[in-house]
């Protein structure tokens, strides 16, 4: 007796521990979080962890090439105009002599900021306006759901570049020239792409609030505050992050957009959205102008769109049914 009460104690003692054998030769799963287990969905993802790989990639490329490669992206030498990918230039030369490499390595600063800043904005308005909305119901969700449809029905480009054209003057004397267009455009970008955020957050909310779980932090005294960011956010998180991801490849293609049309950064900032611009004109006879920024604009928002739908397979419950 006191033998199979050991043997009975070593295996509740090892299941505790989350591993081991139990007899019968039946093995015990490790418990495993909930990141952990999205980590290891995430990982069977081949064309997700491709998108990584790149995009760490480009974003150590952007931060560490100037130290590696240290060309001036302003210096101008019009004896090497338009001239075409080299050894000593692996990207060639603009119109105006720019060495391509050292700008779409500087202007890949710019445009990956100006994503994860727009990105951050939105989530962070969507996020509260949805948690809101879902949490509180009644007239406060018809109120910020009409003022969302609101949001939904304004044209976004007309509405990007009046906005550009009427206050881009104005930050540039209060800011500076290219902290002035940065702070306008991150603004614009994050404040115009808020709302299907909020609509997935405020789903999200009306369907969890109902649950035993905030019940009982509910019946235990727990806080308007302490219900919404502690115990029901956290169990939104997954779909914002999806969102989130797939926001920042969004953000670079509006930045882009603008630049393209001339009132994002001026043309002696390099972005890959006003270096495209430029090389636009010089394609017939120097296209690796307008091939190299927009390469970059191509894999960045491919690689993100991969991430994405890697952490929406990762994040699903259903996918690990």
């Given at each position: 007796?006191?033998?199979?009460?050991?043997?009975?104690?070593?295996?509740?003692?090892k299941a505790r521990t989350g591993a081991g054998t139990l007899a019968g030769g039946l093995k015990v799963r490790q418990s495993r979080s909930l990141w952990s287990d999205a980590?290891?969905?995430?990982?069977?993802?081949?064309?997700?962890?491709?998108?990584?790989?790149?995009l760490t990639i480009i974003i150590l490329s952007c931060i560490l090439g100037p130290f590696v490669y240290t060309k001036n992206p302003q210096a101008l030498n019009i004896l090497l105009s338009l001239q075409a990918p080299s050894a000593s230039a692996p990207m060639g030369y603009d119109d105006l002599g720019h060495d391509m490499l050292a700008r779409v390595l500087s202007g890949g600063r710019k445009s990956l900021l100006v994503g994860l800043m727009a990105?951050?904005?939105?989530?962070?308005?969507?996020?509260?306006?949805?948690a809101l909305a879902g949490f509180f119901g009644k007239w406060v969700d018809s109120l910020l759901m009409r003022i969302t449809d609101l949001f939904l029905a304004l044209p976004q480009l007309p509405l990007l570049l009046l906005i550009s054209y009427l206050y881009v003057g104005k930050l540039?004397?209060?800011?500076?020239?290219?902290?002035?267009i940065l702070i306008l455009i991150v603004a614009v970008i994050g404040f115009l792409n808020w709302m299907p955020v909020a609509r997935l957050v405020r789903a999200s909310f009306l369907s969890l609030k109902e649950k035993e779980f905030v019940e009982a932090a509910r019946c235990i005294g727990a806080t308007t505050p302490s219900l919404?960011?502690?115990?029901i956010m956290p169990n939104v998180l997954s779909p914002v992050i999806v969102a989130a991801?797939?926001?920042?490849?969004?953000?670079?293609?509006?930045?882009?957009?603008l630049s393209f049309l001339g009132l994002g950064f001026p043309p002696d900032v390099p972005t890959w959205g006003s270096m495209l611009s430029v090389g636009k004109d010089q394609l017939p006879f120097a296209p690796h102008v307008a091939i190299?920024?927009?390469?970059?604009?191509?894999?960045?928002?491919?690689?993100?769109?991969?991430?994405?739908?890697g952490l929406r397979d990762a994040l699903d419950p259903r996918s690990r049914i």
């Open positions: 007796m006191a033998e199979i009460s050991d043997s009975a104690r070593g295996a509740t003692g980590w290891r969905q995430f990982r069977k993802h081949k064309m997700a962890l491709t998108g990584v790989a790149i990105v951050v904005v939105s989530i962070t308005v969507g996020t509260l306006v949805g540039k004397a209060i800011f500076g020239v290219e902290n002035g919404i960011f502690k115990h991801t797939l926001g920042v490849g969004a953000a670079i293609i509006s930045e882009s957009s190299f920024p927009g390469l970059m604009i191509f894999l960045v928002v491919l690689s993100i769109n991969y991430i994405g739908d």
